[in-house]
């Protein structure tokens, strides 16, 4: 085991009056950060918070929650991100899940059995003697509970060590540069590992979080918080492109982190052709981010898979075609009340549940959610291999393809499709395509518009609530 130096701390030591976090109305240096967690993490005893605890921060993402979520690191405190918009049942659910007594709130849920601690009071106060010194932390600490997106079933709550968030940010920086005077926009919420990963990776670099205002859109974001990197997934990328101004803004990143799930090839083609600076990449909850990402200055041909792995070693295809991972950045476990459940491979591979190839330039191509998968008279369908030659298509901008039942063969395939704005859905000209592409099987029976309550479902597509919304216009026979 080896203690790492909180990062933090080493830029507030090397460079204290560089910029650490930036909003629209205020702006923290290392120094002031650095002494705001000191001081945060020497109150946590006070009010009955212990190393080894598990405590649920559930507040807005500003200036403050990075302050505490640094604190309970220090602490040694599992810190479990949630989302603070979460449904009181839901809310209690995972909390009871990984037997979480304790959280930090403005304002509790009513139910009992959680000590609630706002947060003012563990903010405000001046920092200990000598907390402008190095502040180490075992790499092995229990240190973060993030819940998986649920795509594919219940969120699964993944426990990290503090190392792998530390070296997955270490991997990316060297692939994607950041330093000194640079600004990473945290535009992903910090109850996902995308989030967090932004927060690593600029205190390793002594670089500054820009934090959005409320409801600000990203385009406005960027000019105003002079931002220079920004993690998008594609919805996000979409609505860049489709804003008044959003290309321009776009323009003035040095670098777009683009992930969280499958993008459309016509998506990454269009921002490429407007010059956007794309880093396309493959990551998981349990690898805390990234895992592979494209390089500065890919060609587009590159920008079509999701790169190569960041370390080596680290990612592998099974024989039957499933993604593996490994590596420093690999998670604990996922904790069950108090227990952990580590589901390996005998030599040590997490099987990811993602269908992938590397091709001839060793970069992945991700292929799609094994689970994904379904059978049509049968015959295997993977969903995300139609919607890929739907997004090819000129003004198609997004689809989602999902089994309905159906007697003679099963499961059919049908496709919810989202137009550019002013063109109209006609299935004739997307079946002609298809019908050079994929066998007949695959043509989906039906095409119906993008619906206004079109399931998000957090960073990935929520395929099963598709696939509800496809079985009801089936049977409304619209």
Same mark, same amino acid.
């Given at each position: 085991?080896?203690?790492?130096?909180?990062?933090?701390?080493?830029?507030?030591?090397?460079?204290?009056?560089? @910029?650490?976090?930036?909003?629209?109305?205020?702006?923290?240096?290392?120094?002031?950060?650095?002494?705001?967690?000191? =001081?945060?993490? *020497?109150?946590?005893?006070?009010?009955?918070?212990?190393?080894?605890?598990?405590?649920?921060?559930?507040?807005?993402?500003?200036?403050?929650?990075?302050?505490?979520?640094?604190?309970?690191?220090?602490?040694?405190?599992?810190?479990?991100?949630?989302?603070?918009?979460?449904?009181?049942?839901?809310?209690? =659910?995972?909390?009871?899940?990984?037997?979480?007594?304790?959280?930090?709130?403005?304002?509790?849920?009513?139910?009992?059995?959680?000590?609630?601690?706002?947060?003012?009071? @563990?903010?405000?106060?001046?920092?200990?003697?000598?907390?402008?010194?190095?502040? $180490? &932390?075992?790499?092995?600490?229990?240190?973060? &509970?993030?819940?998986?997106?649920?795509? +594919?079933?219940?969120?699964?709550?993944?426990?990290?060590?503090?190392?792998?968030?530390?070296?997955? %940010?270490? +991997?990316?920086?060297?692939?994607?540069?950041?330093?000194?005077?640079?600004?990473?926009?945290?535009?992903?919420? @910090?109850?996902?590992?995308?989030?967090?990963?932004?927060?690593?990776?600029?205190?390793?670099?002594?670089?500054?979080?820009?934090?959005?205002?409320?409801?600000?859109?990203?385009?406005?974001?960027?000019?105003?918080?002079?931002?220079?990197?920004?993690?998008?997934?594609?919805?996000?990328?979409?609505?860049?492109?489709?804003?008044?101004?959003?290309? *321009?803004?776009?323009?003035?990143?040095?670098? &777009?982190?683009?992930?969280?799930?499958?993008?459309?090839?016509?998506?990454?083609?269009?921002?490429?052709?407007?010059?956007?600076?794309?880093?396309?990449?493959?990551?998981?909850?349990?690898?805390? +981010?990234? /895992?592979?990402?494209?390089?500065?200055? %890919?060609?587009?041909?590159?920008?079509?898979?999701?790169?190569?792995?960041?370390?080596?070693?680290?990612?592998?295809?099974?024989?039957?075609?499933?993604?593996?991972?490994?590596?420093?950045?690999?998670?604990?476990?996922?904790?069950?009340?108090?227990?952990?459940?580590?589901?390996?491979?005998?030599?040590?591979?997490?099987?990811?549940?993602? @269908?992938?190839?590397?091709?001839?330039?060793?970069?992945? /191509? /991700?292929?799609?959610?094994?689970? +994904?998968?379904?059978?049509?008279?049968?015959?295997? &369908?993977?969903?995300?291999?139609?919607?890929?030659?739907?997004?090819?298509?000129?003004?198609?901008?997004?689809?989602?393809?999902?089994?309905?039942?159906?007697?003679?063969?099963?499961?059919?395939?049908?496709?919810?499709?989202?137009?550019?704005?002013?063109?109209?859905?006609?299935?004739?000209?997307?079946?002609?395509?298809?019908?050079?592409?994929?066998? $007949?099987?695959?043509?989906?029976?039906?095409?119906?518009?993008?619906?206004?309550?079109?399931?998000?479902?957090?960073?990935?597509?929520?395929?099963? =609530?598709?696939?509800?919304?496809?079985?009801?216009?089936? $049977?409304?026979?619209?």
């Amino acid at each position: 085991m080896a203690d790492l130096e909180c990062p933090v701390a080493a830029a507030a030591r090397t460079s204290p009056d560089a @910029l650490a976090i930036v909003t629209r109305d205020a702006q923290w240096t290392y120094h002031e950060y650095d002494a705001a967690i000191a =001081a945060a993490a *020497e109150r946590l005893p006070e009010l009955g918070v212990a190393r080894g605890n598990t405590v649920a921060l559930a507040i807005a993402a500003e200036a403050p929650y990075l302050v505490l979520l640094n604190a309970l690191f220090r602490a040694g405190v599992v810190a479990c991100p949630m989302n603070p918009r979460l449904p009181d049942r839901a809310f209690r =659910a995972r909390l009871e899940g990984v037997n979480c007594t304790k959280a930090i709130a403005q304002q509790g849920p009513a139910f009992e059995g959680v000590d609630w601690l706002r947060p003012e009071t @563990l903010l405000g106060h001046a920092a200990p003697p000598g907390a402008d010194g190095e502040a $180490r &932390i075992d790499e092995r600490q229990p240190a973060t &509970i993030v819940f998986t997106s649920g795509s +594919s079933g219940a969120p699964k709550a993944a426990l990290h060590a503090y190392g792998n968030h530390y070296h997955n %940010a270490t +991997s990316s920086n060297r692939n994607i540069p950041l330093q000194r005077g640079d600004r990473w926009l945290l535009s992903l919420p @910090l109850y996902h590992v995308a989030g967090l990963g932004v927060l690593f990776r600029c205190a390793l670099a002594g670089a500054a979080v820009a934090i959005p205002g409320p409801g600000q859109a990203l385009d406005e974001s960027i000019p105003v918080l002079e931002a220079t990197h920004a993690s998008l997934v594609s919805t996000q990328l979409y609505r860049v492109l489709e804003r008044p101004g959003g290309v *321009e803004a776009a323009r003035g990143l040095k670098a &777009i982190l683009l992930g969280g799930g499958p993008v459309a090839p016509a998506l990454i083609r269009r921002a490429a052709a407007h010059g956007l600076p794309l880093h396309v990449s493959y990551g998981l909850t349990e690898m805390a +981010s990234q /895992v592979t990402t494209t390089p500065v200055g %890919a060609p587009d041909e590159a920008l079509l898979t999701a790169g190569r792995p960041l370390e080596p070693d680290t990612v592998a295809v099974s024989a039957d075609g499933e993604i593996l991972v490994r590596g420093k950045a690999l998670f604990l476990g996922y904790r069950r009340g108090d227990a952990l459940e580590r589901p390996l491979t005998p030599d040590g591979w997490f099987a990811t549940g993602d @269908l992938g190839r590397f091709d001839g330039a060793g970069r992945l /191509v /991700v292929a799609g959610r094994k689970d +994904s998968r379904f059978v049509c008279g049968g015959e295997n &369908i993977q969903p995300e291999e139609i919607e890929r030659h739907l997004c090819a298509v000129e003004n198609v901008r997004d689809a989602v393809v999902a089994p309905v039942d159906e007697a003679e063969c099963g499961q059919v395939p049908v496709a919810f499709v989202r137009m550019a704005e002013g063109i109209a859905l006609d299935a004739g000209p997307l079946v002609e395509l298809l019908a050079h592409e994929v066998p $007949r099987f695959k043509i989906p029976r039906r095409f119906f518009e993008w619906p206004p309550e079109a399931p998000s479902g957090g960073i990935k597509t929520r395929r099963a =609530a598709f696939a509800a919304l496809a079985r009801e216009r089936m $049977r409304q026979g619209r």
